[in-house]
């Protein structure tokens, strides 16, 4: 997938930014890139209902060292990383969604992380309580084509234990509106 390949490609990866001060985005990304509520909600309103999750790969590996800097982690550590596409109308992917889950984040309470199938992470984790989002970052990544795509991370914290969630905007939400 040319979104996956250009988020974990480094040379590729320009540095990320405060999303609030990504002024050199074009006007439609904006509002998506700097929305801090849950993108699932967002979308779901945005196709008119019509949203799913599908999942494609959920794996034990080790993050890439810019994935394990932001949550602080040792090197080589291994996290549950899952990469899923966020549908609009008519199945069209319109999101690529990479979370990344270390393994001190998978206890207790936070078990039910891994096992949430084609459930949205953001319908489990903007209905709990404990949850505190991190600033939210912007970048611009250039795919296996030289496009552009607009993306966004945050880290969150569900009961004090962090995750990692970065979601692509693929050209096909180009066209979308933004719902008020």
């Known amino acids: 997938m040319s979104a996956r390949s250009a988020l974990l490609n480094p040379l590729k990866l320009n540095r990320w930014t405060c999303a609030d001060g990504v002024h050199d985005a074009p ?34 590996a080790t993050p890439s060292r810019d994935e394990a800097r932001a949550l602080n982690m040792p090197p080589r550590q291994l996290a549950l990383i899952r990469e899923v ?17 270390p393994a001190t984040t998978l206890t207790g309470r936070e078990r039910r992380l891994a096992l949430l199938g084609n459930r949205s992470l953001g319908s489990l984790m903007f209905s709990d309580p404990s949850l505190a989002r991190g ?13 552009q795509l607009w993306a966004r991370r945050s880290v969150f914290r569900l009961h004090n234990k962090p995750l990692l969630v970065c979601e692509v905007f693929l050209p096909a939400m180009e066209h979308v509106q933004y719902p008020l």
């Open 27 to 60: 006007h439609h990304w904006r509002p998506w890139l700097q929305d801090t509520g849950s993108l699932t909600q967002r979308l779901t309103r945005a196709a008119g209902g019509e949203f799913a999750v599908r999942v494609l790969s959920q794996r034990w």
């Open 85 to 101: 596409e966020l549908l609009g109308r008519n199945g069209t992917p319109w999101v690529y969604a990479r979370s990344v889950l």
């Open 135 to 147: 600033p939210l970052m912007a970048c611009c990544l250039q795919d296996d084509d030289g496009s």
